[in-house]
T-cell receptor, first 113, second 113 residues
Framework: AQSVTQPDIHITVSEGASLELRCNYSYGATPYLFWYVQSPGQGLQLLLKYFSGDTLVQGIKGFEAEFKRSQSSFNLRKPSVHWSDAAEYFC???????????FGAGTRLFVKA | SQTIHQWPATLVQPVGSPLSLECTVEGTSNPNLYWYRQAAGRGLQLLFYSIGIGQISSEVPQNLSASRPQDRQFILSSKKLLLSDSGFYLCAYVQGSYNSPLHFGNGTRLTVT
Protein backbone atom coordinates (compact mmCIF):
# COMPACT_ATOMS: atom_id res chain seq x y z
CA ALA A 1 0.00 0.00 0.00
CA GLN A 2 1.09 3.53 -0.64
CA SER A 3 2.40 5.57 2.27
CA VAL A 4 4.05 8.90 2.95
CA THR A 5 6.54 9.70 5.70
CA GLN A 6 7.43 13.18 6.84
CA PRO A 7 10.23 12.62 9.36
CA ASP A 8 10.12 16.06 10.93
CA ILE A 9 7.12 16.88 13.13
CA HIS A 10 8.20 20.50 13.37
CA ILE A 11 11.01 22.72 12.09
CA THR A 12 12.10 26.20 13.12
CA VAL A 13 13.83 28.44 10.59
CA SER A 14 14.99 32.04 10.80
CA GLU A 15 13.34 34.49 8.46
CA GLY A 16 15.43 34.82 5.30
CA ALA A 17 17.06 31.42 5.74
CA SER A 18 16.59 28.53 3.35
CA LEU A 19 14.13 25.74 3.99
CA GLU A 20 13.93 22.07 3.15
CA LEU A 21 11.07 19.84 4.28
CA ARG A 22 11.57 16.14 3.85
CA CYS A 23 9.13 13.66 2.37
CA ASN A 24 9.58 9.96 1.58
CA TYR A 25 6.97 7.86 -0.15
CA SER A 26 6.29 4.22 -0.74
CA TYR A 27 4.85 3.44 -4.15
CA GLY A 28 5.39 0.70 -6.71
CA ALA A 29 5.19 2.72 -9.90
CA THR A 30 5.70 6.33 -10.91
CA PRO A 31 3.92 8.27 -8.20
CA TYR A 32 1.66 11.30 -8.35
CA LEU A 33 3.09 13.56 -5.63
CA PHE A 34 1.77 16.71 -4.01
CA TRP A 35 2.69 19.29 -1.41
CA TYR A 36 -0.08 21.17 0.40
CA VAL A 37 0.07 23.99 2.96
CA GLN A 38 -2.38 24.62 5.78
CA SER A 39 -2.66 27.82 7.77
CA PRO A 40 -4.11 27.45 11.30
CA GLY A 41 -7.82 26.69 11.28
CA GLN A 42 -8.00 26.59 7.49
CA GLY A 43 -8.25 24.05 4.74
CA LEU A 44 -5.29 22.88 2.68
CA GLN A 45 -3.96 24.68 -0.38
CA LEU A 46 -1.99 23.00 -3.15
CA LEU A 47 1.60 24.25 -3.43
CA LEU A 48 2.81 22.04 -6.27
CA LYS A 49 2.44 18.65 -7.88
CA TYR A 50 4.57 16.13 -9.74
CA PHE A 51 3.14 13.73 -12.28
CA SER A 52 5.98 13.11 -14.71
CA GLY A 53 8.70 14.86 -16.68
CA ASP A 54 11.10 17.34 -15.14
CA THR A 55 12.00 16.19 -11.65
CA LEU A 56 12.29 19.74 -10.32
CA VAL A 57 8.83 21.19 -9.91
CA GLN A 58 8.03 24.85 -9.33
CA GLY A 59 5.05 25.85 -7.24
CA ILE A 60 3.33 28.87 -5.81
CA LYS A 61 4.77 31.23 -3.20
CA GLY A 62 8.35 30.57 -4.33
CA PHE A 63 8.39 26.88 -3.37
CA GLU A 64 9.93 24.08 -5.38
CA ALA A 65 10.28 20.34 -4.91
CA GLU A 66 12.57 17.73 -6.36
CA PHE A 67 11.52 14.19 -7.17
CA LYS A 68 14.28 11.63 -6.60
CA ARG A 69 13.19 8.15 -7.57
CA SER A 70 16.36 6.48 -6.25
CA GLN A 71 15.69 7.89 -2.79
CA SER A 72 11.87 7.72 -2.93
CA SER A 73 11.87 11.34 -1.87
CA PHE A 74 10.03 14.51 -2.81
CA ASN A 75 11.53 17.25 -0.63
CA LEU A 76 10.11 20.75 -0.56
CA ARG A 77 12.47 23.74 -0.68
CA LYS A 78 12.41 27.48 -0.52
CA PRO A 79 15.55 29.63 -0.79
CA SER A 80 14.40 32.39 1.58
CA VAL A 81 11.64 31.93 4.13
CA HIS A 82 9.20 34.70 5.00
CA TRP A 83 7.33 34.98 8.30
CA SER A 84 4.08 34.35 6.40
CA ASP A 85 5.33 30.86 5.47
CA ALA A 86 4.71 29.67 9.03
CA ALA A 87 2.12 26.92 8.60
CA GLU A 88 1.77 23.17 8.41
CA TYR A 89 2.98 21.41 5.29
CA PHE A 90 1.70 18.09 4.02
CA CYS A 91 3.25 15.78 1.48
CA UNK A 92 0.84 13.44 -0.30
CA UNK A 93 0.76 10.69 -2.90
CA UNK A 94 -2.05 9.63 -5.18
CA UNK A 95 -3.07 6.00 -4.91
CA UNK A 96 -3.01 3.44 -7.70
CA UNK A 97 -6.77 3.58 -8.16
CA UNK A 98 -6.59 7.26 -8.99
CA UNK A 99 -9.36 8.33 -6.64
CA UNK A 100 -7.63 8.74 -3.29
CA UNK A 101 -4.79 10.81 -1.90
CA UNK A 102 -2.65 9.53 0.96
CA PHE A 103 -1.20 12.20 3.26
CA GLY A 104 1.82 12.31 5.50
CA ALA A 105 1.47 13.39 9.12
CA GLY A 106 2.62 16.90 8.30
CA THR A 107 5.50 19.17 9.31
CA ARG A 108 4.78 22.35 11.21
CA LEU A 109 7.06 25.21 10.22
CA PHE A 110 7.90 27.95 12.69
CA VAL A 111 9.64 31.10 11.47
CA LYS A 112 11.62 33.20 13.90
CA ALA A 113 12.56 36.82 13.38
CA SER B 1 -14.90 29.69 -10.94
CA GLN B 2 -15.14 26.71 -8.64
CA THR B 3 -15.74 27.08 -4.91
CA ILE B 4 -16.42 24.78 -2.02
CA HIS B 5 -18.51 25.66 1.02
CA GLN B 6 -18.43 23.83 4.29
CA TRP B 7 -20.47 24.55 7.41
CA PRO B 8 -20.62 25.12 10.25
CA ALA B 9 -17.13 26.39 10.96
CA THR B 10 -17.23 25.30 14.59
CA LEU B 11 -19.53 22.99 16.49
CA VAL B 12 -19.75 21.85 20.10
CA GLN B 13 -21.96 18.84 20.68
CA PRO B 14 -22.63 16.59 23.69
CA VAL B 15 -21.83 12.90 23.62
CA GLY B 16 -24.72 10.92 22.21
CA SER B 17 -26.14 13.75 20.12
CA PRO B 18 -26.53 13.53 16.32
CA LEU B 19 -24.28 15.23 13.79
CA SER B 20 -24.76 16.67 10.33
CA LEU B 21 -21.99 18.48 8.47
CA GLU B 22 -22.68 19.77 5.00
CA CYS B 23 -20.44 20.50 2.06
CA THR B 24 -21.41 21.94 -1.32
CA VAL B 25 -19.39 22.64 -4.43
CA GLU B 26 -20.16 25.32 -7.00
CA GLY B 27 -18.97 25.87 -10.52
CA THR B 28 -18.36 22.27 -11.48
CA SER B 29 -20.28 19.12 -12.22
CA ASN B 30 -19.78 15.47 -11.26
CA PRO B 31 -16.84 16.09 -8.92
CA ASN B 32 -15.32 13.41 -6.74
CA LEU B 33 -16.08 14.38 -3.14
CA TYR B 34 -14.18 13.55 0.03
CA TRP B 35 -14.44 13.80 3.81
CA TYR B 36 -11.19 13.87 5.77
CA ARG B 37 -10.63 14.11 9.51
CA GLN B 38 -7.56 15.74 10.95
CA ALA B 39 -6.30 15.00 14.44
CA ALA B 40 -3.37 16.85 15.92
CA GLY B 41 -0.06 15.40 14.76
CA ARG B 42 -1.72 12.64 12.77
CA GLY B 43 -2.18 14.12 9.35
CA LEU B 44 -5.36 13.66 7.36
CA GLN B 45 -7.41 10.50 7.58
CA LEU B 46 -9.71 9.77 4.65
CA LEU B 47 -13.17 8.90 5.97
CA PHE B 48 -15.39 8.70 2.88
CA TYR B 49 -15.28 9.46 -0.80
CA SER B 50 -17.87 9.57 -3.53
CA ILE B 51 -17.52 9.41 -7.31
CA GLY B 52 -21.22 9.99 -8.00
CA ILE B 53 -24.68 10.55 -6.55
CA GLY B 54 -25.53 7.83 -4.05
CA GLN B 55 -22.09 6.22 -4.40
CA ILE B 56 -20.20 6.26 -1.10
CA SER B 57 -16.99 4.46 -0.24
CA SER B 58 -16.05 4.14 3.41
CA GLU B 59 -12.40 3.95 4.33
CA VAL B 60 -12.52 3.41 8.06
CA PRO B 61 -15.21 1.59 10.07
CA GLN B 62 -16.51 4.05 12.59
CA ASN B 63 -19.39 5.94 14.08
CA LEU B 64 -19.92 8.12 11.03
CA SER B 65 -21.73 7.88 7.72
CA ALA B 66 -21.84 9.94 4.55
CA SER B 67 -24.42 10.66 1.89
CA ARG B 68 -24.48 12.40 -1.46
CA PRO B 69 -28.09 13.34 -2.19
CA GLN B 70 -27.17 15.70 -5.04
CA ASP B 71 -24.28 15.94 -7.47
CA ARG B 72 -22.51 18.74 -5.59
CA GLN B 73 -23.63 18.06 -2.02
CA PHE B 74 -21.85 15.82 0.46
CA ILE B 75 -23.08 15.26 4.00
CA LEU B 76 -21.29 13.71 6.97
CA SER B 77 -23.55 12.35 9.71
CA SER B 78 -23.64 10.49 12.97
CA LYS B 79 -26.58 9.21 14.97
CA LYS B 80 -24.74 9.34 18.30
CA LEU B 81 -21.47 11.18 18.73
CA LEU B 82 -18.57 9.79 20.74
CA LEU B 83 -15.81 11.75 22.45
CA SER B 84 -13.39 10.27 19.91
CA ASP B 85 -15.30 11.95 17.08
CA SER B 86 -13.80 15.30 18.07
CA GLY B 87 -11.51 16.74 15.42
CA PHE B 88 -11.20 18.97 12.40
CA TYR B 89 -13.30 17.78 9.47
CA LEU B 90 -12.40 18.75 5.95
CA CYS B 91 -14.44 18.39 2.81
CA ALA B 92 -12.65 18.34 -0.54
CA TYR B 93 -13.37 17.80 -4.19
CA VAL B 94 -11.51 16.80 -7.30
CA GLN B 95 -12.50 17.90 -10.75
CA GLY B 96 -10.77 16.13 -13.52
CA SER B 97 -8.85 13.05 -14.27
CA TYR B 98 -6.82 10.46 -12.51
CA ASN B 99 -5.07 11.70 -9.37
CA SER B 100 -5.97 15.34 -9.83
CA PRO B 101 -5.23 17.68 -6.91
CA LEU B 102 -7.74 18.13 -4.11
CA HIS B 103 -9.52 21.42 -3.41
CA PHE B 104 -10.42 21.83 0.25
CA GLY B 105 -13.08 23.66 2.19
CA ASN B 106 -12.18 25.65 5.28
CA GLY B 107 -13.11 22.85 7.64
CA THR B 108 -15.35 22.30 10.66
CA ARG B 109 -13.91 22.14 14.16
CA LEU B 110 -16.04 19.61 16.07
CA THR B 111 -15.73 19.30 19.83
CA VAL B 112 -17.69 16.55 21.52
CA THR B 113 -18.15 17.18 25.24
Amino acid sequence: AQSVTQPDIHITVSEGASLELRCNYSYGATPYLFWYVQSPGQGLQLLLKYFSGDTLVQGIKGFEAEFKRSQSSFNLRKPSVHWSDAAEYFCAVGDTGGFKTIFGAGTRLFVKA
Amino acid sequence: SQTIHQWPATLVQPVGSPLSLECTVEGTSNPNLYWYRQAAGRGLQLLFYSIGIGQISSEVPQNLSASRPQDRQFILSSKKLLLSDSGFYLCAYVQGSYNSPLHFGNGTRLTVT
